[in-house]
């Protein structure tokens, strides 16, 4: 008998049918997954209809968990860390556990005792030490066999490659020592990280049990990850799912593993989650961004474009965005909740605190800059800066004390009139009204010309940027404001040919 059913909220679309049937005949498939398109209840319609056993490969720990709820009983759902700490990571289980090492503590164990100028940047013998970890953990991300330049990180404020050069000369025989020490589970001395384990576990080869193997999130599968599914083809049917439209964390080291998969492609186009009104938005950036779909909403879902002056969730492009509206909602007696992390923003806001008592910091967003100036001409004036505006206004008008100060003052999600978040952090959630922020700025034209009037002329739109944008406006199920995005509507490309819809095959 074939496994136990999950239950449905909707009947079945022809593109789930479609889905289910090529799965049934055994072919490799890419199941191209659209913004609220069900694709976790697809998989296990996959699962549902077959005796096979297989594997569920989870993006975190916390999607596997609620899959094990969605999933029938013949299908295991798991993260590639937990399969890795299986096999290796257990022995490394104490250097886990021990504490945080500083990257000056890094340094001096490295014994680097070296300071590198880089143009107009001086990296200090503690930046060498974090760019040297952050090599290591990019090497470890990658489907590469050893350590090379272009695992090197490169980091704010160094944008030519002759610099980046520079740095690699220097940092990478330093990575080749961190790699060196970590594979030692007794007697090593650089903090071990979970990456670690898997890069090892990944040069093992391992053979992955299961006559079947799912693959979620697969536009944002790092290439380790990637390389191990692909390896396990001789022996199990490999199904990826995910959405191309939202591959955002290309600055991780993820990249879309989507569009050069050798198997059927297939598309799930329909959203459950919004009407029409909000998937033509979602349409727009997705022909911006070339991505392969386009979608279609809900004809029962009443939901459209509109000012909303309460919404449930704000979403933000930047860490900075986020403070400032969270600073405004407070000032407002609103309850406010963060999605993620608050000390992402209280780290960012002591190491302005450095910077401005004329000490160095070791972020790895401002290491590069000695003074409080560097990065406010940074932010101001470098097309590459743009992205820490937000924040440095905010540090400026309202100063370090205070922004810790908001930051203690957070509420739960369950007790908040309004969530912040930044979309890197909305991925994969919902609200019934959203309003974008508005760091989410217009493009600016690179040569700085202008119009007739004298206003700088848009400028390119970077299709990473639209794809953040696009994973943006799909978060909200009724309501969305547009707020910061608004741009679109009256830039040229704004009102992009849109081509046919994707057929299924």
């Known amino acids: 008998m074939p496994a136990r059913r999950p239950a449905r909220e909707h009947e079945p679309t022809p593109e789930q049918e479609a889905a289910v049937a090529a799965f049934a005949v055994g072919d490799h498939l890419v199941l191209q997954a659209g913004a609220g398109s069900g694709k976790t ?15 569920y490969l989870a993006f975190n720990t916390a999607i596997a968990n609620e899959a094990q709820r969605k999933f029938p009983s013949n299908v295991g759902c798991r993260t590639a860390h937990s399969m890795a700490y299986r096999a290796v990571g257990w022995e490394y289980r104490d250097r886990l556990r021990a504490p945080r090492m500083s990257s000056a503590k890094l340094a001096a164990m490295l014994g680097i005792n070296l300071e590198l100028r880089l143009g107009q940047r001086k990296i200090t013998a503690t ?14 991300q990658s489907a590469d066999a050893t350590i090379g330049q272009q695992h090197v990180p490169w980091l704010k404020g160094i944008g030519e490659e002759y610099l980046h050069d520079q740095l690699a000369d220097v940092v990478l025989p330093y990575a080749h020592r961190i790699w060196a020490d970590l594979q030692n589970p007794d007697h090593g001395r650089v903090k071990f990280k979970h990456d670690h384990y898997l890069k090892m576990w990944a040069l093992t080869e391992p053979v992955i049990r299961g006559q079947f193997l799912l693959l979620d999130e697969a536009q944002d599968t790092n290439p380790v990850v990637e390389r191990v599914f692909n390896a396990q083809r001789g022996h199990a049917q490999l199904v990826m799912v995910g959405d191309s439209g939202q591959a955002i964390y290309g ?3 993820a990249r879309d593993v989507m569009t050069g998969f050798d198997g059927i492609q297939l598309t799930l186009s329909h959203s459950f989650r919004f009407g029409e009104r909000i998937a033509q938005e979602a349409n727009r950036w997705l022909a911006i961004a070339h991505a392969p779909i386009r979608i279609t909403g809900s004809p029962s879902l009443d939901s459209g474009l509109d000012k909303v002056e309460r919404p449930d969730a704000i979403l933000c492009r930047t860490n900075g965005g986020a403070m400032a509206e969270i600073l405004t909602l407070l000032d407002m007696g609103r309850r406010v909740a963060l999605v993620g992390r608050g000390d992402t923003l209280s780290d960012l806001a002591l190491a302005a605190r ?6 160095r910091t070791s972020h790895p967003e401002l290491l590069l800059f000695a003074t409080w100036g560097e990065v406010q001409d940074y932010a101001e004036y470098d097309p590459d800066g743009r992205d820490l505006q937000p924040f440095v206004d905010v540090i400026d008008e309202h100063g370090v004390d205070t922004v810790l100060d908001v930051i203690s003052r957070l509420c739960d999600e369950a007790g908040a ?3 912040v978040s930044t979309v890197h952090k909305a991925k994969g959630r ?10 989410f700025t217009e493009p600016e034209d690179p040569d700085q010309e202008v119009d007739t009037t004298g206003e700088p002329l848009p400028g390119p739109i970077d299709p990473a940027e639209a794809r953040l944008a696009y994973v943006a406006v799909t978060r909200a199920r009724y309501r969305l404001d547009l707020g910061g995005l608004s741009w679109i509507h009256r830039h040229p490309n704004g009102k992009p040919e849109q081509p046919p819809q994707t057929i299924n095959t």
């Open 251 to 253: 600055w991780r080291g």
């Open 417 to 419: 009139d309004v969530t």
């Open 354 to 359: 450095d910077l401005k008592s004329g000490r």
């Open 41 to 55: 209840t697809t998989l296990a319609m996959l699962a549902a209809g077959t005796r096979r056993w297989g594997r």
């Open 430 to 439: 919902e609200w019934p009204t959203v309003r974008i922020a508005n760091d």
């Open 127 to 140: 930046g060498l030490a974090y760019a040297a970890q952050e090599t290591v953990i990019k090497y470890c």
